[in-house]
């Protein structure tokens, strides 16, 4: 498979959001259009997409797949389970992108799943720090902790003022956190969006703009 961290393809949303949490709100393509499309669509889908995102190794990727095949059921509800977070995640963020207070449902299903997360993780060394790590028992929820430990990194410890929410076109409304130096950046994607966006006005201009080098009919 030679498609992880790279854009859009047939099976994989683009990479934009900036954080981990925001890539996992972003599975859902244009979710402002009147076309969204979900790119999760049951477990399988959900451990590839944390391939893809940098989230899981191919090797942890294989043992999920084994455990959903053993455990359908449990692969259903975690599934679930994820479909919930992802709503919650988005909520949040896109509370914040928009200067609103996120709802208290919202932070308490991130926070819930947060410490059940914890639970079952370790402190590892890693550098000159210690992080969480997941790297223990095969368990079919690890494929949300990840996520969620982004999300209240950012939470906690990121700048909330550089969550944004693109408009595209009035149909994306994708997530992503602004690293520019100035802060100005607007766009999920400058070549996507952003493009469409100047054609767009360029579009607009063009047909308010009268008629250049034209001359009325010719006289006898």
Same mark, same amino acid.
């Given at each position: 498979? %030679?498609?992880?961290?790279? /854009?859009?393809?047939?099976?994989?949303?683009?990479?934009?959001?900036?954080?981990?949490?925001?890539?996992? *709100?972003?599975?859902? #393509?244009?979710?402002?259009?009147?076309?969204?499309?979900?790119?999760?669509?049951?477990?399988?889908? !959900?451990?590839?997409?944390?391939?893809?995102?940098?989230?899981?190794? +191919?090797?942890?990727?294989?043992?999920?797949?084994?455990?959903?095949?053993?455990?359908?059921?449990?692969?259903?509800?975690?599934? #679930?389970?994820?479909?919930?977070?992802?709503?919650?995640?988005?909520?949040?963020?896109?509370?914040?992108?928009?200067?609103? +207070?996120? *709802?208290?449902?919202?932070?308490?299903?991130?926070?819930?799943?947060?410490?059940?997360?914890?639970? &079952?993780?370790?402190? &590892?060394?890693? /550098?000159?720090?210690?992080?969480?790590?997941?790297?223990?028992?095969?368990?079919?929820?690890?494929?949300?902790?990840?996520?969620? /430990?982004?999300?209240?990194?950012?939470?906690?410890?990121?700048?909330?003022?550089?969550?944004?929410?693109?408009?595209?076109?009035?149909?994306?409304?994708? !997530?992503?956190?602004?690293?520019?130096?100035?802060?100005?950046?607007?766009?999920?994607?400058? +070549?996507?969006?952003?493009?469409?966006? %100047?054609?767009?006005?360029?579009?607009?201009?063009? %047909?308010?703009?009268?008629? #250049?080098?034209?001359?009325?009919? *010719?006289?006898?």
């Amino acid at each position: 498979m %030679k498609t992880r961290g790279q /854009g859009l393809t047939r099976d994989f949303p683009r990479l934009l959001g900036g954080r981990l949490c925001l890539h996992f *709100a972003n599975t859902i #393509e244009d979710p402002l259009s009147d076309a969204p499309q979900d790119f999760l669509h049951d477990y399988t889908d !959900l451990v590839r997409w944390s391939w893809h995102a940098q989230a899981l190794e +191919e090797r942890a990727m294989s043992q999920m797949g084994e455990l959903a095949a053993a455990d359908p059921d449990g692969a259903r509800d975690v599934f #679930e389970r994820a479909l919930r977070l992802r709503a919650a995640v988005d909520g949040v963020f896109r509370a914040i992108a928009r200067g609103e +207070e996120p *709802a208290r449902d919202d932070r308490r299903a991130i926070q819930d799943e947060h410490l059940d997360a914890v639970r &079952v993780a370790s402190l &590892v060394r890693a /550098g000159d720090r210690f992080v969480w790590s997941w790297t223990s028992e095969p368990d079919l929820r690890r494929v949300l902790w990840p996520v969620v /430990g982004s999300a209240v990194e950012l939470l906690t410890g990121g700048d909330l003022t550089r969550v944004r929410e693109c408009p595209g076109v009035d149909d994306c409304g994708w !997530l992503f956190y602004d690293t520019s130096r100035n802060r100005t950046r607007r766009w999920c994607s400058m +070549e996507g969006c952003g493009s469409r966006s %100047k054609m767009r006005r360029y579009h607009a201009r063009s %047909k308010h703009r009268p008629d #250049e080098g034209v001359t009325g009919p *010719a006289t006898a």
